[in-house]
């Protein structure tokens, strides 16, 4: 599943900076000239990956590998075989992916009561990268030490990003239809399918060991900007506040924070620029949100009327 995310985003990033065979976008055929090179790439990039050899997975095994179900399956193991510690890390495991599971909440709570298990030792096996980091900082944030904060947040932020992404050309898989579509209904009723998928991508990114923290991109931007203050990068900290501004433009705590800085910089309000990555981010769920409830609003409507031309046409064969 990783292998293949990577190769998708690697393949768009390629693609995306290829030059077009002729420089005229007619009928959005660079659209479909990047997905044609896009595809070669990621045939090679896949055979490379699998030396050749084709590798099918079905949707079904691919969605129970996501959400991590051979975990509830691998802590029965490790009972079986008196390997409790692990057996209570891999049904955490479980739990962190599926927090409304309450067998889990059982089993773990099964596996507390076992004078064997440490729960201090319990670990998450699949814990995401940036989510050490993200503690660590908090940890150095909390202890004043905001030189430390910024190593550790600034690569956490990286990683939760990158996390993201790799979720999100995970979703760009394969789509049972059901029915045989024309060539833009198809390509439209697939987009959506990954659409979809896409926006769901954030939950589980802001789970830091089964704690749901639904603010935990912009939090980063949070504790950045005092941090850069405090070691007297007064632009970073600025650009920190206004990136953090476009998740919650009315939080009343960071609108104060642009005043002191704007004071402390007798007005000037050069430095507050977001920065890229959040700007991108932010345009893009918004774009998306629009997107999909238009999708959802449009879409109803037509079957709703469809709804009532089947019931006017059964109405008129009762009474014909």
């Not at 479909?32 to 490379?48: F, G, H, Q, S």
């Not at 009315?250 to 000037?268: A, D, H, P, V, W």
């Amino acid at each position: 599943m990783k292998t293949t995310a990577k190769c998708r985003n690697r393949c768009r990033s390629r693609s995306e900076g290829e030059p077009f065979m002729f420089p005229f976008d007619v009928e959005n055929l660079h659209f479909y000239e990047t997905a044609v090179r896009t595809t070669l790439c990621l045939l090679k990039c896949k055979n490379a990956a699998f030396k050749n050899k084709f590798v099918s997975v079905s949707p079904e095994l691919d969605k129970l590998y996501f959400r991590k179900k051979p975990y509830e399956y691998l802590h029965l193991c490790y009972y079986q075989k008196k390997m409790l510690q692990k057996a209570a890390s891999a049904a955490f495991t479980a739990l962190v992916a599926n927090p409304e599971e309450n067998a889990m909440i059982n089993n773990l709570k099964f596996y507390s009561s076992l004078p064997e298990v440490n729960m201090n030792a319990i670990e998450n096996l699949e814990i995401k990268a940036f989510v050490p980091l993200y503690i660590q900082g908090v940890e150095a944030y909390n202890k004043g030490d905001f030189a430390s904060v910024i190593n550790l947040l600034e690569q956490s932020l990286k990683k939760w990003l990158r996390a993201a992404e790799e979720c999100r050309a995970y979703c760009e898989s394969p789509f049972d239809q059901g029915w045989f579509p024309d060539f833009i209904s198809s390509v439209s009723n697939h987009f959506t399918f990954c659409l979809r998928c896409k926006q769901k991508c954030e939950m589980p990114l802001n789970s830091l060991n089964g704690e749901y923290h639904e603010d935990m991109l912009p939090s980063h931007y949070h504790y950045l900007q005092y941090s850069y203050y405090k070691v007297s990068k007064l632009q970073k900290a600025c650009e920190a506040v206004e990136s953090y501004l476009l998740f919650f433009p009315n939080e009343e705590t960071m609108i104060k924070n642009k005043e002191f800085y704007s004071q402390y910089l007798n007005g000037n309000m050069d430095y507050f620029v977001p920065r890229e990555e959040a700007v991108k981010y932010v345009q893009r769920q918004k774009y998306e949100n629009q997107l999909l409830n238009f999708i959802d609003t449009e879409f109803k409507k037509i079957a709703e009327k469809m709804g009532d031309t089947d019931s006017e046409e059964e109405t008129n064969e009762v009474h014909s």
